[in-house]
């Protein structure tokens, strides 16, 4: 059994118990192959969530903090971190788009499951949020369906000012692979990009029942702190 498998047979049950989910779809996931799994963000703990409703191992770019060794519970993160096959990026100015887009490339050319989150961070108040067009480049490119998913209930786990996590249903939908066939070829072309995103949007707001905001996350999250 793969480092992958034996985390899974420990955390996938012991998840369930905590947040009891409902999974919908996971056939739309194909066996075999390149896959692009784009998400909707509500939590830190997202990636949990679909790596255990996902019938094949998922990875992720997570950032580079996450991977510390400095004490015991650190370690612990980062061993389970990397046992789930996460890839860490360093997300400082000038260093993290590059090396985020060549190691998602890398996996998908090697056959495997990335899940991204399109919205590029969590939802500031649980509307889905403008989509990064790094998502079209990656499926345009590497020509890996895209499957939609939609995340409920994990923003109420551990809501902003909460230490303990609270118990609450999960639910993780998997969707039908998105139609980027119009825009096949054009990975170097920004407008068919940013057309090619806002689909796989819509699809994952027909999945999630979210509203849609013509926005950036990012960008509204630094108006919240200025204010």
């Given at each position: 059994m793969t480092l992958y498998g034996a985390a899974k047979v420990v955390v996938a049950p012991a998840s369930r118990?905590?947040?009891p989910q409902r999974v919908e779809g996971a056939h739309h996931v194909p066996r075999r192959g390149p896959v692009i799994l784009a998400a909707n963000?509500?939590?830190l703990i997202d990636p949990l969530f679909i790596g255990v409703a996902c019938p094949r191992q998922v990875r992720f770019i997570a950032k580079q903090e996450l991977f510390d060794e400095a004490t015991l519970p650190k370690r612990?993160?980062?061993?389970?971190?990397?046992?789930?096959?996460?890839?860490?990026?360093?997300?400082?100015?000038?260093?993290?788009?590059?090396?985020?887009?060549?190691?998602?490339?890398?996996?998908?050319?090697?056959?495997?499951?990335?899940?991204?989150?399109?919205?590029?961070?969590?939802?500031?108040?649980?509307?889905?949020?403008?989509?990064?067009?790094?998502?079209?480049?990656?499926?345009?490119?590497?020509?890996?369906?895209?499957?939609?998913?939609?995340l409920a209930g994990t923003e109420r786990i551990l809501p902003?000012?909460?230490?303990?996590?609270?118990l609450n249903r999960v639910g993780v939908r998997f969707g039908e692979p998105v139609d980027l066939s119009p825009w096949k070829g054009l990975a170097h072309k920004a407008r068919p990009r940013r057309e090619a995103t806002?689909?796989?949007?819509s699809a994952i707001a027909k999945l999630s029942g979210q509203e849609q905001v013509p926005r950036f996350a990012a960008s509204v999250k630094a108006e919240l702190e200025q204010r």
């Open positions: 118990l905590v947040w963000h509500l939590a612990a993160l980062t061993a389970l971190l990397r046992s789930f096959g996460q890839l860490a990026v360093d997300r400082r100015p000038g260093q993290s788009a590059q090396e985020a887009m060549d190691n998602s490339l890398a996996v998908l050319d090697s056959g495997e499951v990335f899940g991204i989150f399109p919205e590029g961070t969590r939802s500031p108040d649980g509307r889905l949020y403008r989509g990064q067009t790094g998502l079209a480049w990656l499926a345009l490119t590497s020509g890996a369906p895209v499957v939609p998913v939609a902003s000012g909460r230490r303990i996590p609270s806002d689909a796989v949007m």
